[in-house]
């Protein structure tokens, strides 16, 4: 069974992610794609971002706080143009170095062949306590 084009562009976006490809990531986000990783303040990258200047600000953010050390999709779920991805993740925080791992559901919505929403789940409670510890 072949895969659709929404699977195959979400396989490509988490290519280059840990590539550090963001010309790959800004083609494959909507002109009006919406980010949410949701968590503390604390975490730099925790939020709701929108349009092309909210990916680069996003993306800006987690490249300046963490190295992403591995993100694996492991499951791809499909209804229409909504997809939910399951999958491992381990960044590495860049200031203390320390290295951290968790599993995350990726909730995303396409349109026009191109990411328009992503919601993030992860463990954002581990997250949280990485960076408040860098904080002090």
């Known amino acids: 069974?072949?895969?659709?084009?929404n699977v195959t562009v979400t396989r490509s976006m988490?290519?280059?992610?840990?590539?550090?490809?963001?010309?790959?990531?800004?083609?494959?986000?909507?002109?009006?794609?919406e980010i949410t990783y949701y968590g503390t303040?604390?975490?730099?990258?925790?939020?709701?971002?929108?349009?092309?200047?909210?990916v680069g600000q996003f993306l800006g953010a987690v490249g300046?706080?963490?190295?992403?050390v591995k993100m694996e999709?492991?499951?791809?779920?499909?209804?229409?143009e909504h997809?939910?991805?399951?999958?491992?993740?381990?960044?590495?925080?860049?200031?203390s170095q320390r290295e951290f791992t968790s599993d995350f559901a990726h909730i995303i919505e396409?349109?026009?062949?191109?990411?328009?929403?992503f919601r993030d789940f992860a463990n954002s409670a581990l997250a949280a306590e990485v960076f408040a510890a860098e904080a002090t």
Do not use: C, N
Not at 1 to 5: D, L, P, V
Not at 14 to 33: N, Q, S
Not at 83 to 95: E, N, P
């Open 110 to 117: 396409i349109r026009d062949g191109k990411w328009y929403r």
């Open 64 to 68: 300046a706080s963490v190295e992403v």
């Open 73 to 80: 999709p492991k499951q791809f779920i499909e209804q229409d």
């Open 41 to 54: 303040s604390v975490i730099p990258y925790a939020g709701t971002f929108k349009g092309t200047e909210g």
């Open 83 to 95: 997809l939910a991805v399951f999958g491992t993740l381990v960044f590495r925080a860049i200031k």
């Open 1 to 5: 069974m072949s895969e659709s084009a």
């Open 14 to 33: 988490y290519k280059a992610v840990p590539a550090g490809d963001a010309e790959t990531v800004f083609a494959g986000m909507h002109p009006d794609v």
